[in-house]
């Protein structure tokens, strides 16, 4: 599979790959306001042109979020969380696809959520807001909180977002992750250490031209 085809801007890679998380993890050990700072300016910089991640008009983003998407029951949805939500691509699909009454879309670039809103704009019960997910102000419990892609860029934090949103998920809530492969093997550990949460329903598509790993959490069926 061609990633040209797949339109896919950043095609495998693994010293690319291992030296970008090795980057993220050093930019972690000094502390959160540190991180902060740097992950901001990232970001800010990264969404500098739009759709940086290629979501739009590539057949392989497509088809990951197709296969997301799968894995969410198709129930109805009181209060939905996207914890860097991006420029809104997979929140879009998220809303037009799944009964949600309230969704609160969070990130860190304020390029990114200005685009998310806008995208997102017909749905009035969504919000979008420019923020660290460890100092934005959520409301206490979710039906469904949704972490794509997020977790290689924390470091030696992703257990504290773990502990962090874990208890914000209600009685009988859904935790999602996304993430590359095999990779996601050891990201998702953070979110099962506690022992609170387990593996509902897990999808790994290694035929893809970028391996990944869908994972559905929560407490019981």
């Not at 306001?33 to 901001?40: K, N």
């Not at 008009?57 to 969410?72: E, F, T, V």
């Not at 009181?78 to 037009?96: H, I, W, Y």
């Not at 387990?198 to 290694?206: G, N, R």
Request: hydrophobic fraction near 40%.
């Amino acid at each position: 599979m061609d990633p040209i085809d797949q339109g896919i801007r950043y095609p495998p890679n693994r010293v690319r790959d291992a030296l970008h998380r090795v980057l993220f993890g050093l930019v972690a050990a000094p502390g959160p306001s540190f991180q902060d700072w740097v992950l901001r300016h990232f970001f800010e910089r990264l969404y500098r042109r739009p759709n940086p991640w290629s979501y739009e008009g590539s057949p392989y983003q497509y088809h990951k979020c197709g296969q997301a998407l799968a894995l969410i029951p198709q129930n109805a949805y009181g209060r939905v969380l996207e914890v860097g939500c991006g420029e809104g691509a997979f929140s879009e699909r998220l809303l037009a696809e799944r009964d949600v009454r309230e969704f609160i879309g969070v990130d860190i670039s304020t390029r990114a959520i200005v685009r998310a809103k806008s995208r997102c704009s017909r749905y009035e019960n969504a919000r979008f807001d420019a923020d660290n997910i460890f100092s934005a102000r959520l409301p206490a419990a979710f039906d469904l909180i949704v972490v794509c892609e997020v977790l290689y860029y924390l470091g030696g934090s992703a257990p504290d977002l773990a502990a962090l949103l874990t208890p914000k998920l209600s009685l009988r809530g859904r935790l999602l992750l996304v993430h590359l492969w095999p990779e996601a093997g050891r990201l998702h550990r953070a979110f099962l250490a506690s022992g609170d949460l387990s593996v509902l329903d897990e999808l790994v598509d290694q035929g893809s031209v970028r391996p990944f790993c869908v994972s559905l959490l929560g407490r019981g069926p």
